[in-house]
């Protein structure tokens, strides 16, 4: 039996699950993010919410 495609939620949240995933754990403790894989993170994903947020 075939599984049911992803809502579109549920792909939404996979993609920020596995985006954390892929910048957590870089600087050593995997289930979580430093300071600075944090500000990857933002810098590298979401650079059009920083224009206007100033220095992070």
Request: proline share 4%; aromatic share 8%; charged share 25%.
């Amino acid at each position: 039996m075939a599984a049911e495609p992803l809502t579109e939620l549920e792909m939404a949240i996979e993609t920020v699950v596995t985006t954390f995933f892929n910048f957590a754990g870089r600087e050593g403790r995997k289930g979580s993010l430093s300071i600075n894989e944090f500000k990857e993170l933002v810098t590298q994903q979401l650079p059009h919410l920083l224009k206007d947020a100033g220095s992070i």
